[in-house]
């Protein structure tokens, strides 16, 4: 049975610093995305992460993906409170199916 | 962009009655759909997958008789939640494999269910 565990689940950070959130899967798999969510609503796609090695970057958001460590992960740079959500990680299980990760509410104050 | 349309967006009905969620891709063809639950502050749960004319594959522990999957077009899945109870209150969000590129999965605005 697939797992995927992120930590921390919670994280309050002050404007302008940064962070890491980290994703960490049981099984192997080579795509991996993550979404972000707030309140009452549905996920945003953030990032696809297609093979070992893989980084991508969206403005003050940075995706990378280690297959071998079965790790991701989602590092913040220079935090706004726009960023303010909840991050989800997900795993592509065997092609077949995304499996979600515990997901890590985001709380950037002044 | 792939689009995924999930209604209604928010349903109350009354414990014991059977409620129905509709999700349609509108502008591709999603031959695979899939349904999650996330209660509140928590993560999303899948709880089957849909194949377009064929049987629902369900998560363990998900009750196939109580959420009936449908999946009769390649547009359109539909979820019953049959005899709820206030303990099937969340949300319901829908996902189509096929939008977004070969490796793309699309997400509805979900449903938010509440029984009382």
């Known amino acids: 049975e697939l797992k995927v565990e992120q930590n921390p689940l919670f994280l309050s950070m002050q404007e302008g610093k940064n962070y890491t959130i980290y994703c960490n899967y049981s099984?192997?798999?080579?795509?991996l995305y993550w979404y972000r969510q707030d309140p009452g609503k549905s996920l945003e796609s953030l990032f696809v992460l297609l093979s070992n090695g893989a980084v991508k970057q969206e403005g003050r958001l940075m995706a990378s993906l280690d297959t071998k460590a079965r790790l991701s992960t989602l590092h913040i740079t220079a935090a706004v409170h726009d960023l303010s959500a909840t991050y989800f990680c997900a795993v592509d299980y065997a092609a077949d199916k995304l499996i979600f990760g515990t997901g890590t509410r985001l709380q950037v104050f002044p | 962009g792939a689009v995924v349309s999930q209604h209604p967006s928010r349903v109350i009905c009354k414990s014991g009655t059977s409620v129905k969620i509709e999700c349609r891709s509108l502008d591709f063809q999603a031959t695979t759909m899939f349904w999650y639950r996330q209660f509140p502050k928590q993560s999303l749960m899948l709880m089957a997958t849909?194949?377009?004319?064929?049987?629902?594959?369900?998560e363990q522990g998900v009750e196939k008789d109580k959420f009936l999957i449908n999946h009769a077009s390649l547009t359109l899945s539909t979820l019953t939640v049959t005899s709820a109870h206030p303990e099937d209150s969340s949300f319901y969000i829908c996902?189509?494999?096929?939008?977004?590129?070969?490796?793309?999965?699309?997400f509805g605005s979900g449903t938010r269910l509440t029984v009382v």
């Open positions: 996902s189509a494999r096929g939008g977004g590129g070969l490796y793309g999965y699309t």
């Open positions: 099984t192997t798999s080579d795509r």
């Open positions: 849909s194949n377009e004319g064929s049987k629902a594959t369900y």
